[in-house]
């Protein structure tokens, strides 16, 4: 039996925003989210199956509004 997940998925998934607003999409890397996020790279992986399905997730839970204010600076 594994271990409980030891982050919520919406921690997550803000942590990795604020980590895409300031370097970009292609400009992190998947080390540095694994150490800004706090988990496992496999653990990350567990959660939302690659680097796109990451960003992919979190689009889909925020609202459209705050999509476009809080991701805007990432397509730098």
Not at 51 to 74: F, K, M, N, W, Y
């Amino acid at each position: 039996m594994g271990r409980a997940k030891q982050y919520e998925r919406t921690e997550l998934l803000d942590r990795a925003v604020e980590l895409f607003r300031h370097q970009g999409f292609n400009g992190t890397s998947t080390a540095e989210l694994v150490a800004e996020l706090g988990v496992y790279r496999k653990s990350m992986y567990a959660e939302v199956g690659s680097i796109p399905g990451l960003v992919e997730a979190a689009l889909e839970r925020d609202s459209p509004a705050h999509r476009t204010r809080e991701l805007a600076p990432c397509e730098a």
